[in-house]
């Protein structure tokens, strides 16, 4: 029996985007924010080196990539972890938040939990193995039979960011209800608001809070873990480099499930990981192309009678005019300008959408150009 999955979304904006298309300077493509500039060289280097993997790859990873990724939780971070052991590393985020819950023996009749206005893939974890997915961001509401709990802080599409009281509370009602609760924290290295967030230095900014953070849970991990990726703060979408840490024990039933599934990251990415997780000036770099893309497309939204809500992190500007949002879609791509739908993330009934800023200065800027005759 085949299984019932909601339709891809993305392929309902195709007609937008050929639309776009034919604007006479080409389109510029806001919609999928899939990064444009070049990989750092400190990870070309790395990759290189490590070509001859002849060897089939280690699933937990190897030595050197977990005590890379325990040094990262640390500095960047602000996070202790209980070693080697609290780290696996995975093949991009977005397979292990589709299959987290099958790997961790949920079923049919657990309930899993994500935010309201949230990226597709948590609920298509619950549909692949038939859970309820319930759309919920207050924990005083999260149903008895919950088994798993997603957060997204900082957010996509929203660039949301919960603070540590909310996270503290998040917890607290995961254990009481005896279900793992997980961060998805790929953006916590693009925090803009407020200024002390993401400074453009190498120095440890402000932080984005952590789930495993210890003024969010102390130091104790149990039934706690954070996702994290480094396709936004290096450039390394097409490695396809994430990887989870917290609860040992989890970790480890983690490992044995993807052991046997052949989930693992190949070695030269391995490698290269380990590379961009103990350089800091690339990730400083990065941030400030986003910063001056964000202030510019930022300015001319406004300009053109958007109102930019949340937006406090991340690679996003979430943007409303308060119309339907596949009306917002149309209005734009009859400037050559593709964005996503709202729809998307928050229902048919959303007058949001959102704008990546993963385009180049080039494009950035014929966007603001088109948007002050918008």
């Not at 919609?31 to 060897?55: F, I, M, N, Q, Y």
């Not at 599934?261 to 990730?283: R, S, T, Y």
């Not at 800027?365 to 088109?370: C, D, I, L």
């Amino acid at each position: 029996m085949a299984l019932q999955l909601p339709d891809f979304p993305w392929d309902s904006l195709a007609p937008f985007a050929a639309r776009a298309r034919e604007h006479p300077d080409g389109i510029v493509d806001l919609s999928v924010g899939s990064p444009v500039d070049a990989t750092p060289d400190v990870v070309r280097e790395a990759l290189v080196a490590a070509t001859d993997a002849h060897a089939y790859p280690q699933t937990m990873g190897t030595p050197a990539l977990r005590e890379a990724i325990v040094r990262w939780f640390l500095r960047r971070r602000g996070v202790t972890l209980a070693g080697p052991d609290a780290v696996l590393p995975t093949i991009g985020s977005k397979e292990l938040v589709a299959l987290l819950p099958l790997l961790l023996g949920l079923g049919r009749d657990d309930v899993i939990v994500h935010p309201r206005t949230a990226y597709p893939t948590y609920a298509v974890g619950a549909a692949l193995i038939g859970a309820r997915a319930v759309a919920e961001d207050d924990p005083a509401r999260w149903p008895e039979g919950t088994k798993l709990v997603w957060l997204n802080s900082p957010g996509n599409p929203d660039g949301a960011v919960l603070g540590v009281e909310q996270l503290r509370s998040a917890v607290r009602r995961a254990r009481e209800l005896g279900a793992v609760i997980v961060d998805d924290e790929c953006y916590a290295e693009l925090g803009w608001e407020p200024e002390g967030w993401a400074r453009d230095d190498s120095e440890v900014p402000e932080r984005v809070p952590s789930i495993l953070a210890p003024e969010v849970c102390g130091d104790d991990h149990a039934g706690v873990l954070a996702v994290y990726s480094l396709s936004k703060q290096s450039n390394l979408a097409g490695y396809r480099a994430a990887f989870a840490a917290g609860d040992p024990a989890l970790i480890g039933a983690l490992l044995e499930a993807r052991k046997h599934a052949g989930l693992i990251p190949p070695a030269p990415v391995q490698a290269a990981m380990v590379a961009a997780l103990d350089d800091e000036a690339h990730v400083a770099e990065q941030r400030k192309r986003y910063r001056a893309r964000r202030d510019a497309l930022r300015t001319a939204l406004e300009g053109a009678g958007f109102r930019i809500d949340r937006s406090e992190a991340g690679l996003y500007l979430w943007a409303s005019r308060d119309e339907p949002c596949w009306a917002t879609v149309e209005r734009l791509a009859a400037h050559g300008i593709l964005v996503a739908p709202g729809s998307f993330y928050e229902g048919e009934s959303s007058t949001h959408v959102r704008f990546a800023l993963t385009a180049s200065d080039e494009r950035i800027a014929a966007a603001v150009a088109r948007l002050a005759a918008f």
